[in-house]
T-cell receptor, first 111, second 114 residues
Framework: DQQVKQNSPSLSVQEGRISILNCDYTNSMFDYFLWYKKYPAEGPTFLISISSIKDKNEDGRFTVFLNKSAKHLSLHIVPSQPGDSAVYFCAVTDSWGKFQFGAGTQVVVTP | KAGVTQTPRYLIKTRGQQVTLSCSPISGHRSVSWYQQTPGQGLQFLFEYFSETQRNKGNFPGRFSGRQFSNSRSEMNVSTLELGDSALYLC?????????????FGNGTRLTVT
C-alpha cells in the first residue's frame, strides 16, 4: 500500500524559473517530512526537511511547504539552475522512524 | 566528515548464490537502514538497525538479513539469490532512530544477478 505519492514523474523547467514539486501522503500519523535529490549512480542526498509543527521551512533556494489538512507537501526551487536536474524524492516518517519514499520526480532544467 | 561508505560498488552473482554487502555509517551515527531501489518499485525499506538491534523491518522475505556491529558498521546478506534481486542497494545512516533526523545515504551497491 503506497502511502506516499508523487504524481508527476517528470518536470521540465527553464533556468531561472521556479520548480514546484508535489507530494501527497495518506497517513496523518506522519510527522517528519523530507526531500532528497538523486543524481545517476549516486545515493540520494538530503535537501531539506520539515516537522509537522511547521508549515514552511526555507534553506537558500529551497523551500518546503506542508499542508497537514490536505496531507500535501511541496518543494519550491527558486531560481532553478542546470545543476538542479536530478530525480527528487519526498520522504515521510512517523515517530517510530520507518521512512517511506515517493516514486520520484525527474526534473530537467533547460537553458 | 566522511559520508556513508558502501562496499563493493558493483557485484555480479548467479542465481542461488549468496552475497554480503557492507556499510560504514557517518561517524557518530548509530542508526543504519537498508533500502532496495528498482526502477519499478522505487525505494523499498529493508530494515533498520540501532545499537546492534533490528528496530524496524520491511516486507522482504527471510532471505534478506542484516546485522550491525558495535562500531555501528552494518552488513546485509541475501541468500539464494533470485533474478529479481537485481537492484541498487542503498545504506543510510542517521544520528538517532525515531524519525527525527534525516537519513544520509551512501552511493549504493549495484547487484546484478544472472
Amino acid at each position: 500500500d503506497q502511502q506516499v505519492k508523487q504524481n508527476s514523474p517528470s518536470l521540465s523547467v527553464q533556468e531561472g524559473r521556479i520548480s514546484i514539486l508535489n507530494c501527497d501522503y495518506t497517513n496523518s500519523m506522519f510527522d517528519y517530512f523530507l526531500w532528497y535529490k538523486k543524481y545517476p549512480a549516486e545515493g540520494p542526498t538530503f535537501l531539506i526537511s520539515i516537522s509537522s509543527i511547521k508549515d514552511k521551512n526555507e534553506d537558500g533556494r529551497f523551500t518546503v511547504f506542508l499542508n497537514k489538512s490536505a496531507k500535501h507537501l511541496s518543494l519550491h526551487i527558486v531560481p532553478s539552475q542546470p545543476g538542479d536536474s536530478a530525480v527528487y524524492f519526498c520522504a515521510v516518517t512517523d515517530s517510530w522512524g520507518k521512512f517511506q519514499f515517493g516514486a520520484g520526480t525527474q526534473v530537467v532544467v533547460t537553458p | 566528515k566522511a559520508g556513508v561508505t558502501q562496499t563493493p560498488r558493483y557485484l555480479i552473482k548467479t542465481r542461488g548464490q549468496q552475497v554480503t554487502l557492507s556499510c560504514s555509517p557517518i561517524s557518530g551515527h548509530r542508526s543504519v537502514s537498508w533500502y532496495q531501489q528498482t526502477p519499478g518499485q522505487g525505494l523499498q525499506f529493508l530494515f533498520e538497525y540501532f545499537s546492534e538491534t533490528q528496530r524496524n523491518k520491511g516486507n522482504f522475505p527471510g532471505r534478506f538479513s542484516g546485522r550491525q556491529f558495535s562500531n555501528s558498521r552494518s552488513e546485509m546478506n541475501v541468500s539464494t539469490l533470485e533474478l529479481g534481486d537485481s537492484a541498487l542497494y542503498l545504506c543510510a545512516s542517521s544520528f538517532d532512530a525515531g524519525g527525527n533526523s534525516p537519513l544520509h545515504f551512501g552511493n549504493g551497491t549495484r547487484l546484478t544477478v544472472t
